[in-house]
């Protein structure tokens, strides 16, 4: 069962600029078009299945930028159903996660939240279990 990568593409000056990360946030993950929907929004919709494994990093539009993750909460870490935990890695650090919805079956919004000039910001997108 292969992992799941999920890209978080912020334009960190516009989300200070305007106090809203949720317009300023783009999303992919490497699923393609294998049951994950709204790429390239704040919303995606990243499909799952029990025991996977997916792996959350970060990157700003502008090189000149600094942004990166600090923690996730919501519904999908309430209920158990994924608890990433920071990788710190050689090659760059990345958050990761397993799948455990012991049965569960749906939609499961999360929220992830960015630190970007020392401001934290979040916005909430959702874990599609199979």
Do not use: R
Not at 21 to 44: F, P, T
Not at 64 to 92: E, R
Not at 102 to 120: A, C, E, I, P, R
Request: proline share 4%; net charge negative.
């Amino acid at each position: 069962m292969k992992s799941v990568d999920v890209l978080i593409v912020v334009d960190v000056e516009n989300a200070l600029a305007s106090g809203d990360l949720q317009n300023n946030v783009y999303l992919i993950d490497s699923n393609k078009h294998c049951g994950s929907g709204s790429e390239g929004q704040a919303e995606l919709y990243t499909a799952c299945t029990e025991g996977q494994y997916i792996n959350w990093t970060v990157a700003p539009v502008s090189p000149s930028s600094d942004v990166q993750i600090d923690g996730f909460t919501g519904q999908m870490v309430n209920d158990k159903i994924c608890l990433p935990k920071l990788v710190v890695d050689p090659s760059g650090n990345y958050w990761k996660g397993q799948v455990e919805a012991q049965g569960y079956k749906g939609n499961l919004q999360y929220s992830v939240v960015l630190s970007m000039d020392g401001k934290q910001m979040t916005f909430d997108p959702f874990l599609i279990v199979k």
